[in-house]
Every structure is written in C-alpha cells, then in structure tokens.
C-alpha cells in the first residue's frame, strides 16, 4: 500500500458510506472506522488493534474489514450492515484505557450507525472500556448484558463448516483420521485445536507467538508447524484462524491441502485468488460463511434481548445450512465458492433494498 493508493476510487468501486479519521491528541490514538453499506441495518463489526506499517495499510484494512462484515451479516440472515474499527498500535505496548475510551467518544458521536465489538489484539474487558463512553458496543460480558465470549461460537461453525465441506470433498462428514493444519492458537484458533482433538483428527498447528504454540503443544495432542511451513505440509484441511491475506500468489502454489476452511477474515488477498484456488483443485469454504458462528451468536440478544445462551447458539447451527448452500449455488452456477458466497450475501442486500424502496414509495404516495 503507497501513499498514491485513491481511497475515493477504492470507496466508489466497493460502494462504501463513510470513512471516519480518529485523531485525539491526549491520549496518542490514531484509529479509522470505515462503514460499507446500512441497507440492512446499522454497520456493526470489531475494533482491531494492529501494527500496521503505514496509515495506508490500516484504512485499507479497515475498509476490506467492514465490507467483508456486510456479506457477513448478509449471508449469516443478521439484520445489519457492514463495519470496522481499527487502532493503529501494538495491543501488547501501546493500548491504554485511556485510548479505548477515546475511541469510544468517537463510536458515540456517530449516533447509532456503527457499533463496535472484539476483535483481534481486543478483548472483552477492552470492551467495558469502549462501553464506559459509548452504548454502541456488541461485544460484552454478560453481567453488562452481553453474550459473553464468542471464540466457542464461532469456532463451533468452522467446526461445522469443515464437516459440510469433508462430505463433499471426501463423500463423509466424519473428520476422524484426516490431516488437519490449524495457522493461528488465538481466541478462536485454541477453540477449534480443543474441537478438534476430540474428533481423532491428526493436528497440526503454528503461531508466531510461542507461548500460544506451549499452551497447545501441553494440553493436547498436536505437532507444531514452522509458521512459514504450514502452507506446505501434506493435509486434508488447512484452517487459516490468523490474520487476512494469507491466500495469496505466494502461499497458493505451495497448498498441498484438499480444503481450506478457517475463521480469519479476508483470507483472500485479492479476487484473483479466489480463482487460483478453484485453479488447484482445492475447496475453498468462504471466510465470512464459516467463521459467522461469533456474529450470530452475539448479535442474537440485539433483536431478541436479553441473551439467552440456548437460543442464541441454537441459531450458530445456520452456518451449516449456509456453508451448503454456498457449495450448491459454486456447483449450480459453475463459479468459484467465493463468488457464490458473494451472490448469497448480494441477493439477501438487494432484496431488503428493493423492500425499502417499495416502503418509501408507498409512504410518498
């Protein structure tokens, strides 16, 4: 990313709303809250703290981020629109109360068109601090009226979305005995590792932070993977659950998996690798109809409050019935799994939109 990158160019291509520039002098943040589309209501997606390399890299970020929650949103069947907040900074140094609760100041002079939630390098007592100076906060605890953690959540759906894909690769949803890589032992990362030791998989896992790689390798049955390894080792199922753009024209040539299906956010670098892995042979289960378990989960309270628990991860089950969907409309159009999953997100936006103009004419009238 340069400084001659055209946000204007990039904002009018992707239809993008709003970019917002957070500058507090007193506190030392810098962050950006990018806002892509409302058609389905309020954009919502989590605030992530990073160190970025440049400016341009973390608007850039912040814009795949919130159109990526609005096909999302889409997809999973949640009334809302599509949102990012990122911090510029390194969550381990830099991240202060005092900065969250800055940014919580900005989240609440938008009124209601963005709210914020966890995300990586934040978690849930970061959170209460945003939630101190701002009521738009999704993700919260649940003595504040929150759902609590969503990692099991959202790793439950990788977990369903892998099965759904097995049965169409290998003609059986049962993961025992294959070859599982897992890139990335975080909040979600760990969950799916702690799911999948009790399916008899084979595992294999890596993260550039060692204690993570300690705490897996102790409690359960795993082999550790150099980080820049990981794309070519000999697997059934690669479960990307780190950071975006690891698909790309480096690491896809080296993929010697059967399926990628993983939480982490925009896996796809760019459209055209999208193709490249159709290219290869490889089923590519789409990022944001896998990993929609969290989202589901803790939006649910926001349309039926107060959470309840039951209810709530009774309707993480969906991710199923949308991962097949996606493999249905790949295999009936003739088109790549990322483009179905767009087309899936696409005609839920489309639909609301043109039900909302049928409502403003008919109040014209």
């Given at each position: 990313?340069?400084?001659?990158?055209?946000?204007?160019?990039?904002?009018?291509?992707?239809?993008?709303?709003?970019?917002?520039?957070?500058?507090?002098?007193?506190?030392?943040?810098?962050?950006?809250?990018?806002?892509?589309?409302?058609?389905?209501?309020?954009?919502?997606?989590?605030?992530?703290?990073?160190?970025?390399?440049?400016?341009?890299?973390?608007?850039?970020?912040?814009?795949?981020?919130?159109?990526?929650?609005?096909?999302?949103?889409?997809?999973?069947?949640?009334?809302?629109?599509?949102?990012?907040?990122?911090?510029?900074?390194?969550?381990?140094?830099?991240?202060?109360?005092?900065?969250?609760?800055?940014?919580?100041?900005?989240?609440?002079?938008?009124?209601?068109?963005?709210?914020?939630?966890?995300?990586?390098?934040?978690?849930?007592?970061?959170?209460?601090?945003?939630?101190?100076?701002?009521?738009f906060v999704?993700?919260?605890?649940?003595y504040l009226?929150?759902?609590?953690?969503?990692?099991?959540?959202?790793?439950?759906?990788?977990?369903?979305?892998?099965?759904?894909?097995?049965?169409?690769?290998?003609?059986?949803?049962?993961?025992?005995?294959?070859?599982?890589?897992?890139?990335?032992?975080?909040?979600?990362?760990?969950?799916?590792?702690?799911?999948?030791?009790?399916?008899?998989?084979?595992?294999?896992?890596?993260?550039?932070?060692?204690?993570?790689?300690?705490?897996?390798?102790?409690?359960?049955?795993?082999?550790?993977?150099?980080?820049?390894?990981?794309?070519?080792?000999?697997?059934?199922?690669?479960?990307?659950?780190?950071?975006?753009?690891?698909?790309?024209?480096?690491?896809?040539?080296?993929?010697?998996?059967?399926?990628?299906?993983?939480?982490?956010?925009?896996?796809?670098?760019?459209?055209?690798?999208?193709?490249?892995?159709?290219?290869?042979?490889?089923?590519?289960?789409?990022?944001?109809?896998?990993?929609?378990?969290?989202?589901?989960?803790?939006?649910?309270?926001?349309?039926?409050?107060?959470?309840?628990?039951?209810?709530?991860?009774?309707?993480?089950?969906k991710v199923?019935?949308?991962?097949?969907?996606?493999?249905?409309?790949?295999?009936?159009?003739?088109?790549?799994?990322?483009?179905?999953?767009?087309?899936?997100?696409?005609?839920?936006?489309?639909?609301?939109?043109?039900?909302?103009?049928?409502?403003?004419?008919?109040?014209?009238?």
């Amino acid at each position: 990313m340069s400084e001659n990158w055209r946000v204007f160019d990039y904002m009018r291509k992707y239809n993008y709303e709003n970019l917002y520039i957070c500058n507090d002098i007193s506190t030392g943040l810098r962050a950006v809250i990018a806002i892509h589309d409302t058609t389905l209501g309020p954009a919502a997606g989590g605030c992530r703290m990073w160190t970025y390399s440049n400016e341009w890299e973390a608007i850039e970020d912040a814009l795949r981020l919130a159109r990526g929650m609005t096909y999302k949103y889409a997809a999973a069947g949640v009334n809302l629109g599509g949102g990012k907040a990122v911090i510029i900074g390194d969550p381990k140094k830099d991240k202060t109360e005092a900065i969250l609760r800055a940014l919580g100041r900005f989240i609440d002079r938008l009124g209601g068109i963005y709210y914020t939630g966890e995300d990586v390098g934040t978690t849930l007592k970061d959170m209460e601090a945003i939630y101190a100076e701002t009521r738009f906060v999704i993700t919260l605890p649940e003595y504040l009226g929150g759902a609590g953690p969503i990692a099991p959540a959202t790793a439950i759906g990788v977990i369903l979305g892998m099965k759904v894909a097995a049965k169409k690769f290998f003609g059986s949803e049962n993961l025992g005995g294959l070859k599982i890589g897992v890139q990335g032992l975080g909040a979600v990362g760990s969950e799916v590792v702690k799911l999948l030791s009790s399916e008899d998989v084979e595992l294999f896992v890596t993260d550039i932070d060692k204690d993570k790689v300690d705490y897996i390798l102790k409690n359960y049955d795993a082999k550790y993977v150099d980080p820049e390894e990981i794309y070519s080792i000999e697997m059934d199922i690669f479960c990307p659950c780190a950071l975006g753009g690891i698909l790309n024209s480096s690491t896809i040539p080296k993929l010697k998996c059967k399926i990628v299906a993983g939480s982490a956010n925009n896996q796809l670098k760019e459209e055209k690798d999208g193709y490249e892995i159709e290219k290869k042979g490889i089923l590519y289960v789409p990022d944001y109809i896998i990993n929609a378990g969290g989202t589901i989960y803790d939006t649910y309270r926001l349309f039926n409050p107060p959470h309840n628990h039951e209810k709530a991860m009774g309707k993480v089950y969906k991710v199923k019935d949308n991962v097949e969907m996606v493999l249905e409309i790949a295999e009936k159009e003739k088109i790549p799994t990322f483009l179905a999953a767009d087309r899936l997100a696409e005609r839920r936006i489309e639909e609301a939109a043109k039900a909302k103009n049928i409502r403003k004419r008919g109040a014209l009238e």
